[in-house]
Nanobody, 116 residues
Framework: QVQLVESGGGLVQAGGSLRLSCAAS????????IGWTRQAPGKERELVAG????????SYADSVKGRFTIARNNAENTVYLQMNSLKDDDTAVYYC?????????WGKGTQVTVSS
């Protein structure tokens, strides 16, 4: 059974940090590009960070560049999103997804709330 399970969300003050984790099972994780997307109420889903299957290439939305860092551990089937200097605008549900041309899998998300 394919699963992506996000964790690590919560309530944090502006300027604070959180680290999100996404644990994968049921598929060959090391072959998949992994993305972190977020969706705030009333807004479209936004891809904030992505990492290649090998971990050798990463990309970030301009809105989080310099504050968020994505990393993966293929031996543990886990991807992380380190979020620093959090802002009110970062409040959203954060999802991880695993992508290949032949399949895409999604987690159920974890809520991040930033209070000012």
């Amino acid at each position: 059974q394919v699963q992506l399970v996000e964790s690590g969300g919560g309530l944090v003050q502006a300027g604070g940090s959180l680290r999100l984790s996404c644990a994968a099972s049921g598929f060959d994780f090391r072959l998949y590009f992994i993305g972190w997307t977020r969706q705030a109420p009333g807004k479209e889903r936004e891809l904030v960070a992505g990492i290649s299957a090998s971990g050798g290439s990463t990309s970030y939305a301009d809105s989080v560049k310099g504050r968020f860092t994505i990393a993966r551990n293929n031996a543990e089937n886990t991807v992380y999103l380190q979020m620093n200097s959090l802002k009110d605008d970062d409040t959203a549900v954060y999802y991880c997804d695993a992508d290949r041309p032949t399949a895409t899998y999604w987690g159920k998300g974890t809520q991040v709330t930033v209070s000012s």
